[in-house]
Nanobody
């Protein structure tokens, strides 16, 4: 059974940083592309970042230069380091992978506010 468990969200002031983690189980983690999405109140879920099994990364334009996705295959964990956070980054952040179907974590709330 595939499980994705996010952690690391919270309340942070504008300009601050957070690191999100997503621990995966039930898959051969090192062989899977992993993605982060987010959903703000009243908006559709949107792509944030992805990392391939080989470590190639890609980001949505609003995350480039501020967010960094990384993975630790020994820990079956993918991370999202978020710097220079803005109020518009406020959202629930979800981890995602595909394994004969779509799998999402439960989400972790990130709130950027003074």
């Amino acid at each position: 059974q595939v499980q994705l468990v996010e952690s690391g969200g919270g309340l942070v002031q504008p300009g601050g940083s957070l690191r999100l983690s997503c621990a995966a189980s039930g898959i051969i983690f090192s062989s899977k592309a992993m993605k982060w999405y987010r959903q703000a109140p009243g908006k559709q879920r949107e792509f944030v970042a992805t990392i391939t099994p080989g470590g190639t990364t890609a980001y949505t334009d609003s995350a480039k230069g501020r967010f960094t996705i990384s993975r630790d295959n020994a820990k079956n964990t993918v991370y999202l380091q978020m710097n220079s956070l803005k109020p518009e980054d406020t959202a629930v952040y979800y981890c995602y992978t595909y394994h004969y179907g779509n799998y999402w974590g439960q989400g972790t709330q990130v709130t950027v506010s003074s």
